[in-house]
């Protein structure tokens, strides 16, 4: 229409990525106020009291290589299910159910696991969750997305592939499988929410 003025592309950018940017500065500012001594999870810690470290130790990383590769992994799930998380309650409800279910899963079904960090494993969460809500989306892409999910996670729980190299230290695939089933199981309650609604 005549006189109205469009929005310029880096508000429109910065709309839709805010919540994502927001995460991402998250992960920095813990990252330089603490690092893994303050917040990663760490067994021992957490059986003496620092109960915080269940969901804390997914938003620090072992190192920058260990950050970036994660800044990166965050963009890219948001790059193909911007849609589908674009809502930043939707973001945090999924983020949180992956963290949730990474912290808590290790806590009680890998008691091996002394320390953990980093957002891998809520990142498979928020990919997965990406699956379940995209309901605009045609099926055959959503069912080849899940595929390549569960071949990546079967691979990685038999063959140990990973970027441990990378990161240097062991990668915790247990975290992965734990963060794709919080997420699915976020995205179904966010619809169920939804729908309700």
């Known amino acids: 229409m005549p006189g109205m003025i469009k929005p310029r592309p880096w ?12 995460l991402g500065g998250l992960w920095c500012v813990l990252q330089a106020h603490g690092g893994l001594a303050l917040w990663g999870y760490d067994r021992q810690a957490i059986g003496d009291g620092q109960v915080w470290r269940l969901l804390t130790g997914q938003l620090v990383h072992l190192n920058a290589v260990h950050l970036v590769l994660n800044l990166l992994g965050l963009a890219g799930v948001m790059a193909v299910w ?10 945090l409800g999924m983020f949180l159910g992956g963290v949730c279910a990474v912290g808590l899963g290790l ?9 953990y960090a980093g957002a891998s494993g809520v990142l498979h969460g928020l990919f997965a969750a990406g699956i379940v809500l995209a309901l605009g989306t045609s099926l055959r892409l959503r069912a ?6 569960l071949l990546k996670l079967a691979l990685e729980a038999h063959l140990g592939t990973g970027s441990a190299e990378l990161i240097g230290a062991p990668v915790i695939h247990a975290a992965h499988q734990f963060g794709a089933f919080g997420g699915v199981v976020s995205a179904l309650a966010w619809r169920l929410l939804r729908r309700s609604s």
């Open 11 to 22: 508000r429109l950018l910065l709309r839709r990525w805010w919540a994502t940017l927001l």
């Open 82 to 91: 911007s849609r589908e998380l674009a809502h930043p309650v939707a973001l």
């Open 107 to 115: 806590w009680w079904l890998v008691p091996e696991v002394a320390w």
């Open 144 to 149: 080849v997305a899940a595929m390549g999910l």
